[in-house]
């Protein structure tokens, strides 16, 4: 099952608001961030609140980016311990 760009964006941004109590506050996909690669797509984000206002303390802390698969629709979370780079070298080796 191919997933398009608008279905991944959904995907994603499901996956954020079934976590939102975590953040204390609604989250908002960066669509200016988002990128395409051979596999998927990569999706930021961050609170409203820190888009609105951009106060550092409204910031969403740890917020990783998002992979969603274009094979599958798979949502996966990279992580905050390297450069983006280097997870998605991971997903396009694999």
Excluded at 2 to 18: D, G, I, P, T, W
Excluded at 31 to 55: A, C, I, L, N
Excluded at 60 to 75: E, H, L, R, S
Aim: cysteine-free.
């Amino acid at each position: 099952m191919a997933v398009s760009k608008a279905e991944a964006r959904q995907l994603a941004l499901n996956f954020l608001q079934s976590r939102e109590q975590e953040a204390d506050d609604e989250v908002v996909l960066l669509d200016d961030y988002t990128m395409e690669k051979p596999f998927g797509w990569v999706f930021f984000f961050d609170s409203k609140r820190h888009v609105e206002t951009g106060d550092i303390r409204d910031a969403v802390a740890g917020n990783a980016p998002i992979v969603v698969t274009k094979t599958d629709g798979q949502v996966h979370v990279t992580g905050t311990a390297f450069p983006i780079e280097h997870y998605l070298k991971e997903f396009e080796s694999e």
